[in-house]
């Protein structure tokens, strides 16, 4: 079974701080995802990635960057973090050939203070 | 980016089957159609998926329409287990497989 591993279940920030996600997939998926996830709005997309190195903007990018160095991990970035992005953020993973679906982690629920 | 649209929530009794609507009328011809379900406090569950033919795995089966605008899942016979969110997302496949998720069907069992 493919293991998509955050690597916090819980994490508290302080505003201001730089804050990091770590996420990690161990089937050598092509394309790994961040969501966050928020009451009455559902998963939005922040960014992905299609390969090491690569990023694309997903529809709520503003105020995080991504970081994919290694195949297997991507890396959420809040680059200072405010208490909007107080949120439950997922990591999930892909094969493109053939398109498959995504395996998602347990999510990290972050609170920015 | 094609949307999909599901019921905000559904009953069943347990033991008996479930089928959920989705439509997708702005569907394009490389689009797939995923469906997830997401238990509490954890991250959404891949549960079947299908291009243009209707598909049948263990957890489930897809019914794809001819035209495409819409499928439905179908939980043959629902237990407590199966009470979750489930997602119905079209997935690019040009895209790296970018999906938009929408709300969701809260699907409540009672026994």
């Known amino acids: 079974d493919v293991k998509v591993t955050q690597s916090s279940r819980y994490l508290v920030k302080r505003t201001g701080e730089k804050v990091f996600l770590e996420c990690v997939q161990d089937m050598d998926h092509e394309n790994m995802f961040w969501y966050r996830q928020d009451p009455g709005l559902g998963l939005r997309l922040i960014y992905f990635s299609y390969d090491v190195k690569m990023k694309e903007k997903g529809d709520i990018p503003e105020g995080y960057s991504v970081s994919r160095e290694k195949k297997e991990r991507f890396s959420l970035i809040l680059e200072s973090a405010s208490t909007n992005q107080t949120s439950m953020y997922l990591c999930?993973?892909?094969?493109?050939?053939?398109?498959?679906?995504?395996?998602f982690g347990d999510g990290t629920r972050l609170s920015i203070l | 980016d094609a949307k999909t649209t599901q019921p905000n929530s559904m009953e069943s009794n347990e033991e008996e089957p479930v089928h959920l609507p989705c439509n997708h009328s702005?569907?394009?011809?490389?689009?797939?159609i995923h469906w997830y379900r997401q238990l509490p406090s954890q991250g959404p569950e891949y549960v079947i998926h299908g291009l243009t033919s209707n598909v049948n795995n263990r957890m489930a089966s897809l019914a794809i329409a001819e035209d495409r605008k819409s499928s439905t899942l179908i939980l043959h016979r629902a237990t407590l287990r199966d009470a979750a969110v489930y997602y119905c997302?079209?997935?690019?496949?040009?895209?790296?497989?970018?999906?938009?998720f929408g709300d969701g069907t809260t699907l409540t069992v009672k026994p």
């Open positions: 702005t569907i394009s011809g490389t689009d797939y």
């Open positions: 999930a993973s892909s094969l493109t050939t053939p398109l498959g679906p995504q395996h």
């Open positions: 997302i079209l997935s690019e496949r040009g895209n790296a497989g970018k999906s938009t």
